[in-house]
């Protein structure tokens, strides 16, 4: 079992009584949105809120699976000149505090290559971060990033959503390691993943296809904003991921409003 899929077990496994929880939170920011120091700032109020994971998102100017909110952000932080190798030191000094939460990286392939695949693997185990998410990067074409990942002891989290093909999402799920990062809904990060369910698979039978063929734990995000929402994850799934929610709530109203909705969406923080 790699470190990150044993962190979920932990966590939803606790030993003593009254610990349990029933499903776990990840939560998603922009690095350097709407600064350096503020996305940090916030990476470590949502720790010390209690999160399990914070996916951090190394910005690029093409976001292709974000919805307007994530892009928008995006593109505000890349006003800034970021460094792959900053942000990874930074965000593995802010985890040495905060030992019940576990960073991934996410960001796309092109600053990534520009950085170097055996690089990133090579950097993020030395920060502790234990996954790293590149939604634009098939499997098909990450012999060597998967063999940087493996010598390195990361985990290259991939992603599935309701149109995957079926023999495809099999495949996935059966070659996932740390979590398998299961989408909602078709289309990219932001509306209700309830918003137009006529024409996608019903989640409870999309998840269940994916459990019978997964070797690793599982993931669930895009359009996840209410409780009832959360709440129909649980026992399907074993993280439930809030981005662009938050994120929303936050340019609405600061930290305070994204404290607020994250303690709504996961009444057991």
């Not at 350096?36 to 994971?53: C, H, I, N, P, T």
């Not at 074993?238 to 404290?259: C, E, P, R």
Request: charged share 20%; hydrophobic share 40%.
């Amino acid at each position: 079992m790699s470190q990150l899929a044993a962190f979920i077990h932990e966590k939803k496994s606790a030993q003593q009584a009254g610990q349990e929880k029933p499903i776990l939170s990840m939560t998603h920011v922009v690095y350097g949105y709407p600064s350096v120091q503020e996305s940090l700032d916030w990476m470590a109020r949502l720790m010390k809120e209690g999160v399990d994971f914070i996916e951090v998102q190394f910005p690029f100017s093409d976001p292709v699976a974000d919805g307007p909110s994530i892009v928008a952000a995006c593109h505000k932080a890349l006003e800034q000149t970021l460094d792959v190798d900053t942000c990874l030191t930074q965000l593995g000094e802010l985890a040495k505090g905060f030992p019940e939460s576990r960073i991934v990286l996410m960001s796309y392939l092109n600053p990534m290559y520009r950085f170097g695949l055996d690089k990133l693997a090579k950097r993020a185990a030395e920060e502790n971060i234990l996954g790293l998410i590149l939604p634009d990067l098939p499997i098909e074409q990450s012999t060597d990033y998967i063999a940087a990942c493996k010598a390195n002891n990361i985990d290259p989290i991939w992603l599935v959503t309701p149109v995957t093909p079926s023999d495809r999402l099999e495949m996935l799920a059966s070659k996932a390691s740390g979590f398998l990062y299961c989408v909602a809904r078709s289309g990219v990060t932001g509306h209700s993943s309830h918003e137009g369910t006529s024409n996608l698979t019903p989640m409870d039978e999309y998840l269940a296809h994916i459990k019978a063929h997964a070797n690793a734990p599982m993931g669930v995000g895009f359009g996840l904003r209410e409780r009832r929402q959360i709440e129909d994850l649980i026992g399907k799934a074993d993280v439930a991921i809030l981005g662009s929610a938050l994120l929303d709530a936050y340019n609405q109203g600061g930290q305070d409003a994204g404290i607020a909705l994250l303690r709504d969406l996961f009444p057991t923080h």
